[in-house]
């Protein structure tokens, strides 16, 4: 009887904690379930962000690169990939918040550190934000602000280097510039270039109004400019007749690249040049001006193609084009860009890439260009 009375009394008391620690395990979901958390993200301030929306035109534009409406028309064109839904812990950063930490990134240089303190978000956020803004821009934008022009777009960029810039039958001007970067891990030596430092190569083709239409970016700041190569069939078959000699459409280029049918470039300087091929450097070189006008207000807005840029190697080729796209957008819409930000860009700004050895010209090329000094000399 006394082992029996035991048991029971064993039995209640082990039926007792259980219940004790079915409470507890209630009263603790309860506590989780409907009491806010205290603490889910550090606190930071945000009146710096919030300040910017007194700015003045001039100063917006002076420190985002461009005006307000083209900075909303890009926050629209972003919001379906950069929208976040907001939980029940944490209201997400707006679209405008977001655009707006890349934009200072690019236009800056600065460290992730100095834009966390300023945006009133985390380091890591800054970083994650740039990088999901950039590939958007990429993803949305680059199909429709850099494309080869054809039909009516080529024809008016064909008349605007006639009219503008005095060279007919020509669509684009190209050329190379050295975006400075940190040494990479792998193929060190590859990326150190003749300058002095490492580099990857961003080649342009640029139209009449300095707005980019093709480009190839990530070509170690050691390789040659002709490594990119050009294709012959980029462009109609559209000719016109100078002294009986049919001139395509072509691209004018700098000593760097092949004369080839479809790309024209100087003759070399030397006592030995006649009038007439001195008359024909003239009017390459003004046409040309086009592709160095355009890499200098580039990296006049874009400051971390001026400065060495701290991106990683695999990210480069992607921040680069996404400064191409937002260069376009900003001439395509005329922002204004202040005299001074020029200035410090051209003491910057390396055109041009180094030769890589005599590049043997094409034959049709020598004709194309002979004719076209003919032109020349009678206008």
């Known amino acids: 009887m006394a082992s029996k009375k035991e048991a029971n009394t064993t039995k209640r008391q082990d039926l007792s904690r259980r219940h004790q620690t079915d409470r507890m395990t209630c009263l603790t979901f309860e506590m989780l379930t409907f009491v806010n958390r205290a603490c889910w993200t550090k606190q930071r301030s945000r009146i710096w962000w919030e300040s910017t929306s007194a700015w003045a035109d001039t100063d917006w534009r002076r420190n985002f690169r461009m005006g307000r409406d083209t900075f909303h028309y890009l926050c629209e064109q972003l919001r379906p990939y950069l929208e976040r839904q907001r939980s029940r812990y944490r209201v997400p950063l707006t679209v405008e918040h977001r655009v707006a930490v890349a934009l200072w990134r690019l236009s800056t240089n600065i460290g992730y550190r100095s834009v966390s303190h300023l945006f009133g978000i985390g380091l890591s956020t800054a970083c994650m934000i740039t990088h999901e803004t950039v590939s958007a821009i990429v993803h949305v934008l680059k199909s429709r602000f850099i494309s080869v022009p054809g039909g009516t777009a080529l024809r008016d960029v064909v008349n605007g280097f006639r009219d503008r810039w005095g060279f007919p039958q020509c669509a684009g001007a190209i050329d190379g510039t050295h975006v400075p970067i940190i040494a990479p891990h792998v193929n060190k030596a590859d990326y150190y270039n003749r300058k002095g430092h490492y580099s990857v190569i961003l080649q342009a083709v640029v139209d009449h109004k300095l707005q980019i239409?093709?480009?190839?970016?990530?070509?170690?700041?050691?390789?040659?400019?002709?490594?990119?190569?050009?294709?012959?069939?980029?462009f109609p078959p559209w000719t016109e007749e100078f002294h009986g000699v049919g001139i395509p459409i072509s691209i004018v280029a700098d000593a760097a690249y092949p004369l080839l049918p479809w790309v024209q470039k100087h003759h070399h300087e030397g006592h030995g040049l006649t009038q007439d091929q001195r008359r024909y450097n003239y009017k390459l070189s003004r046409a040309r001006m086009c592709v160095e006008g355009a890499f200098g207000r580039l990296k006049a807005r874009w400051r971390c193609l001026l400065k060495r840029n701290d991106h990683n190697i695999l990210k480069i080729t992607e921040v680069v084009t996404t400064c191409c796209i937002l260069h376009n957008i900003c001439e395509n819409r005329g922002e204004e860009l202040e005299p001074h930000l020029l200035e410090d860009a051209a003491d910057g700004t390396e055109e041009g890439i180094e030769g890589g050895g005599p590049i043997p010209d094409h034959g049709t090329g020598q004709e194309i260009r002979r004719a076209l000094a003919s032109y020349f000399a009678q206008i």
């Open 213 to 234: 239409w093709d480009i190839n970016v990530g070509w170690p700041g050691k390789v040659h400019d002709a490594r990119a190569g050009l294709d012959a069939k980029l």
